[in-house]
């Protein structure tokens, strides 16, 4: 991880990281024609986390699958291949844009709660959250979506049979995977939490216990066996049948809530995409239960009524305009979002350019707000860590941006029995409290609380960017809280610095969440830059470690389609094993 770490952080800051010792008159002085090259493509890409699930991917698309079909195949391959956060025992959102309808569907395939869940459920003798129960026990595990999710996308808007789709995901966990040194590292780190659980132990290990190394072959034939079964009888092959027999049966055993009943009445539904605009491009984002896609579309509101690019790329200027657009974003998730099913969310008004203007006159161009004196909005206008993601553009134009997850690496580190696949501890992306922090220190309030059938708030955010009606980019990253300052930065780097898809993945970013009042700054940034943030009020803080790949700040899949026609695409070197497979 060294050289890859050493060779990131070089690639940033030869990247031309603008310095800032006028931080007002903010004149960069780099030039931003010097750019890094992205994979570049005729007929089609795939990018996502790990090679070998986007050369998955690829495949099917040499087969004559589209964007969809594509997008599936990495989807079930990343369970085998990264499971860390590929999963078929976790959630997420898929964005589907279909060039011959001009036409965006908003996938959500989040978890459940169970029928059987309540809003105290967390709550210890004292009423303080009992954290190791919401994140690590059976009980922490919502419905799984994940099948549910890329089944239905792939009736529905795929091209190929269902089985031919999955065709290399079962391959690959059937003949087996060569490991390579960041799953290796990753499985040891993790040895402590997935050793407990007997039916993981045999998964990840060897006989002896030992750690799989680098160049060993991996094989996981009871994972092999339910893709097999979903690849046969679709949604009904894990919802139903022996698949969903051992899923209650691993929940019984340990406490868990997940029931038969729970399994049949999982639904993947489509939603309507939020939808905004910067300048000349169209921003088209998830919906909630998603919280970035309005956030997104939040805050690019607020950063357009300055001339951002005028200022310098990651100048000191640059940087306080977004960070304090990031706290006002981060306060009124805390209040307003949640599952729309259950709470009337005000996307309208969030995302109203009125309300952005408002914002932006509390901002102080030369000082910080202290979080403390940022609250979520009183009254809004009136309405008239570990993720993974992929993004798939096909040659007719067809895109896909999706994010799923299992929330924790390798989700509550329980294994289903015989199936082969990992749970998830998503119950903690509820507000199991008001106002106390979750495990990505997130603070939510009653729109996000425990409700049987009510699905998690999450920062999972698929963007797509049109530009003069025209199917441009698709992007999206995992990183928990990290995840839609991560992708608000790399549409900016596009939109308002023109770059390319690899310079706008490189360049180092930054975080702000309201809570903990903290400014996180990748390394790249210059020391100048942040002496003057610091003069200005922020509490500056750098990454800490790029030793397990989950201090970086998010790691973008990005693909654009050029004006020339040809397909570019850039895999995040914050993360090794990232590919952009091309033809």
Do not use: C
């Amino acid at each position: 991880m060294r050289i890859v770490s050493t060779l990131f952080i070089s690639l940033m800051l030869l990247g031309g990281i603008a310095s800032n010792l006028a931080a007002q008159t903010a004149a960069p002085i780099i030039s931003y024609n010097s750019q890094f090259h992205p994979t570049l493509a005729r007929k089609g890409m795939v990018v996502s986390q790990d090679y070998q699930a986007s050369e998955a991917g690829l495949e099917i698309l040499k087969l004559g699958g589209n964007a969809i079909d594509a997008a599936v195949a990495t989807g079930f391959a990343l369970a085998v291949t990264h499971p860390q956060a590929g999963n078929l025992g976790g959630g997420g959102f898929m964005m589907i844009y279909l060039k011959s309808e001009d036409r965006v569907i908003a996938l959500d395939y989040r978890e459940m709660a169970p029928q059987a869940a309540s809003r105290d459920m967390f709550l210890n003798a004292n009423g303080d959250v009992d954290n190791r129960r919401a994140r690590f026990s059976m009980q922490s595990s919502g419905v799984p979506g994940t099948v549910m999710g890329l089944t239905d996308a792939q009736a529905k808007y795929g091209a190929l049979p269902l089985a031919t789709v999955m065709a290399p995901a079962i391959r690959l966990a059937e003949e087996g995977l060569v490991v390579n040194w960041a799953l290796s590292g990753s499985l040891s780190r993790y040895k402590t939490r997935l050793g407990a659980d007997p039916a993981s132990r045999k998964k990840f290990f060897k006989e002896d216990g030992s750690s799989y190394q680098q160049g060993d072959l991996l094989r996981q034939p009871d994972l092999a066996k339910t893709l097999s079964e979903i690849a046969a009888k679709g949604a009904d092959g894990f919802y139903q049948g022996w698949v969903a027999d051992r899923i209650v049966e691993t929940m019984k055993a340990d406490g868990g809530l997940i029931r038969h009943e729970d399994l049949l009445n999982s639904v993947a539904k489509e939603r309507t995409a939020i939808s905004g605009t910067f300048r000349d491009y169209t921003v088209v984002a998830m919906p909630p239960p998603s919280s970035g896609g309005v956030h997104v579309v939040q805050m690019l509101n607020v950063l357009e009524g300055w001339d951002m690019k005028s200022l310098g790329h990651n100048s000191a200027a640059y940087i306080h305009r977004l960070t304090e657009s990031m706290k006002y974003a981060y306060a009124d998730r805390s209040k307003y979002l949640g599952d729309p099913d259950f709470f009337n969310v005000p996307i309208t008004a969030l995302t109203d350019k009125g309300y952005a203007g408002t914002i932006r006159a509390k901002i102080k161009l030369d000082a910080a707000t202290p979080s403390t004196e940022i609250a979520p909005a009183p009254a809004l206008p009136d309405e008239s860590k570990d993720t993974t993601h992929f993004s798939t553009m096909d040659a007719a134009g067809n895109m896909v941006s999706n994010t799923y997850t299992l929330n924790f690496s390798y989700g509550n580190g329980r294994t289903v029995a015989g199936a082969g696949f990992l749970l998830n501890n998503e119950m903690d992306d509820f507000s199991a409290k008001p106002g106390t922090p979750n495990g990505f220190g997130l603070i939510g309030g009653i729109a996000n609380s425990i409700e049987p059938g009510k699905r998690p708030l999450s920062s999972m955010t698929p963007v797509f960017l049109f530009k003069n009606r025209q199917p441009m980019m698709a992007t999206g990253s995992p990183g928990g809280s990290t995840i839609i300052t991560a992708v608000l930065q790399t549409v900016l780097n596009v939109m308002e610095f023109d770059m390319n898809a690899a310079t706008a993945t490189a360049r180092p970013r930054i975080h702000h969440q309201w809570f903990p009042d903290r400014l996180i700054l990748e390394p790249g940034h210059s020391v100048d830059t942040r002496q003057l943030l610091a003069r200005m009020g922020h509490n500056v803080s750098a990454v800490a470690s790029y030793n397990e790949g989950e201090r970086v700040l998010g790691a973008t899949m990005t693909i654009i389609r050029r004006p020339d026609g040809l397909i570019a695409g850039s895999a995040d070197p914050r993360r090794p094993g990232a590919h952009a497979a091309a033809y």
